[in-house]
T-cell receptor, first 112, second 112 residues
Framework: KQEVTQIPAALSVPEGENLVLNCSFT??????LQWFRQDPGKGLTSLLL?????REQTSGRLNASLDKSSGRSTLYIAASQPGDSATYLC???????????FGGGTRLMVKP | DAEITQSPRHKITETGRQVTLACHQT?????MFWYRQDLGHGLRLIHY???????NKGEVSDGYSVSRSNTEDLPLTLESAASSQTSVYFC???????????FGSGTRLTVV
């Protein structure tokens, strides 16, 4: 059974810092990995989707990398802003059949 | 613009009552999913469907049912609501394995 772990569970940084969120998964036979953002009391917003054949994806200040063989992904946020404060979730879509398995999330707070 | 909508946004119901949560998507996606989100457990898959008249059980399906009579809708029914089913419920859809998921805004259900 696929297991997804996100470290750290919570992170507090001053505005302007570059930061890295980590995601690891136990079964490397995945189709893709997706990073989401969730604001308190809200739904999930897709940030980046990385296919298993890709090494990284970029969107603005966000860069996600994927090392499938080692079961790891990182989300890099450049020049963090208070508006980046949210919970970040990673989820893997594996050979079990187009279903996502989620990590527990990293709760990020960016202080002005 | 295409979207995925859930209703109601909030609901309070009594133990033992039947409750139905609605999910409607205009993406024309074949794949639809229901997840619940709880503190300490993250997001867990309840039921999913790959197309009209197709339904499948997920990780935490006991006490829930779904039906798929058209492409757009996947209602989730709690046959006899229990306090353990107090949670936030998210519906999602996907075009296929190689594509990302799109999530609705969620339904917060309280069973008293």
């Amino acid at each position: 059974k696929q297991e997804v772990t996100q470290i750290p569970a919570a992170l507090s940084v001053p505005e302007g810092e570059n930061l890295v969120l980590n995601c690891s998964f136990t079964d490397s036979a995945i189709y893709n990995l997706q990073w989401f953002r969730q604001d308190p009391g809200k739904g999930l917003t897709s940030l980046l989707l990385i296919q298993s054949s890709q090494r990284e994806q970029t969107s603005g200040r966000l860069n996600a990398s994927l090392d499938k063989s080692s079961g790891r992904s990182t989300l890099y946020i450049a020049a963090s802003q208070p508006g980046d404060s949210a919970t970040y979730l990673c989820a893997v879509n594996d050979n079990a059949g187009n279903m996502l398995t989620f990590g527990g999330g990293t709760r990020l707070m960016v202080k002005p | 613009d295409a979207e995925i909508t859930q209703s109601p946004r909030h609901k309070i119901t009594e133990t033992g009552r039947q409750v139905t949560l609605a999910c409607h998507q205009t993406w024309n996606h074949n794949n639809m999913f229901w997840y619940r989100q709880d503190l300490g457990h993250g997001l867990r898959l309840i039921h999913y469907s790959y197309g009209v008249h197709d339904t499948n059980k997920g990780e935490v399906s006991d006490g829930y049912s779904v039906s798929r009579s058209n492409t757009e809708d996947l209602p989730l029914t709690l046959e006899s609501a229990a306090s353990s089913q107090t949670s936030v419920y998210f519906c999602a859809s996907s075009e296929g394995t190689a594509y990302g998921y799109t999530f609705g805004s969620g339904t917060r259900l309280t069973v008293v």
